[in-house]
């Protein structure tokens, strides 16, 4: 799994390369620029240029990401991801992971308005097909609706949230294709994270 700012670093490579064609690669201070927006984020984050190049670093040794080195009359290293080479996901799937990196656990009507600048989905049912295919790949998980929602919403599994939602995903069975080894390797993931989460929940607070 990503860490947070792994997340938002590479969120922010997919939704420009989509938004931004012209000034793609990035350069690391358009990609730290990219991780501080202060819209269509979610939180809002201050990474500073060593979290970033940190980031970029482990990205590139994890197979996400390569360095485009000067050329061409471009004096500095620009950075550009390889997710759908690295994931095998087609561009409608790598908008929906894009805007959830970037904005956290969101429903499939917020995910389809919200990611018009990268693909152009029909409908919600579009979307959610997508979901739907992703959560059979482990890379989403529908969480429960909770007290005072309307609608169920989304998380990605890529990455860590900034704040966790631990709760018991609901998934469909007509989303959960593959083999029953697939399943099963997806389910004692899920076991796994909420045992973690238990255990924190657990765990007594220190005397003062």
């Known amino acids: 799994m990503l860490t947070v700012i792994e997340g ?14 012209d000034q793609y690669p990035l350069t690391q201070n358009a990609l730290v620029s990219a991780s ?17 190049d ?6 590139k040794s ?5 360095f485009v080195h000067p050329s061409h009359g471009r004096s500095v290293t620009r950075y550009r991801h390889v997710a759908d080479e690295k994931w095998q996901m087609e561009p ?24 018009e600048r990268l693909h152009e ?30 609608e169920a919403r989304w998380q990605q599994l890529l990455a860590e ?3 966790q939602t631990y709760v018991a995903s609901v998934i469909e069975p007509s989303a959960m294709r593959g083999s029953t080894a697939d399943r099963i390797a997806q389910l004692e993931a899920r076991v796994a994270r909420l045992e973690a989460a238990l255990v924190d929940l657990l765990d007594p607070l220190p005397p003062d």
Do not use: W, Y
């Open 62 to 66: 994890q197979g996400l990401l390569r």
């Open 8 to 21: 938002r670093v590479l969120g922010c490579l997919l939704e420009k390369e989509r938004t931004t064609p």
């Open 121 to 150: 989905f029909d409908s919600v049912e579009a979307v959610e097909a997508e979901l739907s295919a992703l959560a059979s790949q482990g890379v989403v998980q529908l969480l429960e609706r909770q007290p005072g929602q309307k």
């Open 36 to 52: 501080n927006q202060s819209t269509s984020r979610e939180p809002v984050m201050h990474l500073d240029d060593h979290e970033v």
């Open 92 to 115: 409608a799937q790598l908008a929906v992971v894009a805007v959830l990196l970037l904005r956290g656990p969101q429903t499939a009507a917020e995910l389809r308005t919200r990611t």
């Open 161 to 163: 949230e900034i704040e």
């Open 54 to 59: 940190a980031a970029l670093t482990s990205l």
